[in-house]
T-cell receptor, first 129, second 110 residues
Framework: EVQLVESGGGVVQPGGSLRLSCAAS????????MSWVRQAPGKGLEWVAN????????YYVDSVKGRFTVSRDNTYNLLYLHMSSLRVEDTAVYYC??????????????????????WGQGALITVSS | QSALTQPRSVSGSPGQSVTISCTGT?????????VSWYQQYPGKAPKLMIY???KRPSGVPDRFSGSKSGNTASLTFSGLQAEDEADYYC??????????FGGGTKLTVL
């Protein structure tokens, strides 16, 4: 059974930093692109960042570029989101998600990396003074 | 990029057919066949319901169907059921390794 379990959420002051972790199990973690998707309270979904299988490519939504860093540890099946210079508008539930891909480890059409077929339960980050 | 445009809410009676629209631009929905739909119950994580515009993951009932015409994608429920009441989000690949979501639609089963 595929499982994604986030940890590290909490309350942080504006300008502060925080690191989210996601423990993956039940699938070959090193074979998948992984993403973070967030949802502000009462709002819609927003893709935040993703990272390639071997971590040599990362992409971000414009609003977090230069402030957030996504990384992974394929030895321990862990995904991370390092967040700094946090703003009130970063308050949200952050989901760790798997990119569905196309059934092959490499060479999938890029759009298939953004089909999110498994989601964690989410971690709430509240940025407030 | 701006979020894709979805109606805030739609409703229907059990057994009826209901469609949720998702309007984008030539740079996202109209430019790529990488549209997906998600179902979200209150307090729960979203669930992938449709991908590649029309395909259903294993386990998704065939009363859910997807389509696209031009810059507008649609999710149709054929034979609405009470358990379909949830929020629904569309998403589309938008080029340059980015994806955008719609604002979400609340489906009410009367």
């Amino acid at each position: 059974e595929v499982q994604l379990v986030e940890s590290g959420g909490g309350v942080v002051q504006p300008g502060g930093s925080l690191r989210l972790s996601c423990a993956a199990s039940g699938f070959t973690f090193r074979s998948y692109w992984m993403s973070w998707v967030r949802q502000a309270p009462g709002k819609g979904l927003e893709w935040v960042a993703n990272i390639k299988q071997d971590a040599d490519e990362q992409y971000y939504v414009d609003s977090v570029k230069g402030r957030f860093t996504v990384s992974r540890d394929n030895t321990y099946n862990l995904l991370y989101l390092h967040m700094s210079s946090l703003r009130v508008e970063d308050t949200a539930v952050y989901y760790c998600v798997r990119g569905k891909g196309c059934g092959h480890t490499y060479g999938c059409p890029v759009g298939t990396l953004y089909y999110f077929d498994y989601w964690g339960q989410g971690a709430l980050i509240t940025v407030s003074s | 990029q701006s979020a894709l445009t979805q109606p805030r809410s739609v409703s229907g009676s059990p057994g009826q057919s209901v469609t949720i629209s998702c309007t984008g631009t030539n740079s996202d929905v109209g430019g790529y066949n990488y549209v997906s739909w998600y179902q979200q119950y209150p307090g729960k994580a979203p669930k992938l319901m449709i991908y590649d515009v029309t395909k259903r993951p294993s386990g998704v009932p065939d009363r859910f169907s997807g389509s696209k015409s031009g810059n507008t994608a649609s999710l149709t429920f054929s034979g609405l059921q009470a358990e379909d009441e949830a929020d629904y989000y569309c998403s589309s690949y938008a080029g340059n390794y980015a994806v955008i979501f719609g604002g979400g639609t609340k489906l009410t089963v009367l």
